[in-house]
T-cell receptor, first 114, second 113 residues
Framework: ETGVTQTPRHLVMGMTNKKSLKCEQH?????MYWYKQSAKKPLELMFV???????ENNSVPSRFSPECPNSSHLFLHLHTLQPEDSALYLC?????????????FGPGTRLTVT | AQSVTQLGSHVSVSEGALVLLRCNYS??????LFWYVQYPNQGLQLLLK??????LVKGINGFEAEFKKSETSFHLTKPSAHMSDAAEYFC???????????FGAGTTVTVRA
């Protein structure tokens, strides 16, 4: 595997379910990001991790819970989601945090909340 | 705080025609500016970026963009569209190299044969 991978690619879940999204980067980067992409809206930065420490949390509801066990893996734990949370969730990584460093994106997980 | 406006959510061009995608930003300091492309079922990929220096920036796949401070713009162009240019394009800005990106809403490009 090369670059940034995300699993699953598609997920349908009910509002009472608990699920997790997984991201793995094979680039040796130190920073990882979660974004939410909704149709015709700007990408929303959700969380930033640098060297496994969360450095940014953009007022994301607590029903989204990130976890970064090491610099190569990033998870997004989901519970009691709402239909408006349906979106494409993108993971990205960069050598270090900040726009000085190019972000490499995974293909995303298409989440549908029913 | 910075913000990005992309004029036109959808652009349709003929193969071989000029591609022009518009981006205006607001920033309280000299900005860092970026264009990303997203092909169907893929993540975003960096096309080009402006940080300092020459205001005309060349990127991959024949795209270029010009930073115009007086117009607070960073429009993306390609002289001759190819079918493979069909994708969604995102403009992004940050206040410095140590701050995260703010993205626009995106412009979808379709190319007619």
């Amino acid at each position: 595997e090369t670059g940034v991978t995300q699993t699953p690619r598609h997920l349908v879940m009910g509002m009472t379910n608990k699920k997790s999204l997984k991201c793995e980067q094979h680039l040796g980067h130190n920073a990882m990001y979660w974004y939410k992409q909704s149709a015709k809206k700007p990408l929303e930065l959700m969380f930033v991790y640098s060297l496994e420490e969360r450095v940014e949390n953009n007022s994301v509801p607590s029903r989204f819970s990130p976890e970064c066990p090491n610099s190569s893996h990033l998870f997004l734990h989901l519970h009691t989601l709402q239909p408006e949370d349906s979106a494409l969730y993108l993971c990205a990584s960069s050598q270090d945090r900040g726009s000085n460093y190019e972000q490499y994106f995974g293909p995303g997980t298409r989440l549908t909340v029913t | 705080a910075q913000s990005v406006t992309q004029l036109g959510s959808h652009v349709s061009v003929s193969e071989g025609a000029l591609v022009l995608l518009r981006c205006n930003y607001s920033s309280s300091v000299p900005p860092y500016l970026f264009w990303y492309v997203q092909y169907p079922n893929q993540g975003l990929q960096l096309l080009l970026k402006y940080t300092t220096g020459a205001t005309l920036v060349k990127g991959i796949n024949g795209f270029e963009a010009e930073f115009k401070k007086s117009e607070t713009s960073f429009h993306l162009t390609k002289p001759s569209a190819h079918m493979s240019d069909a994708a969604e394009y995102f403009c992004a800005v940050s206040d410095s190299g140590w701050v995260e990106l703010s993205f626009g809403a995106g412009t979808t490009v379709t190319v007619r044969a």
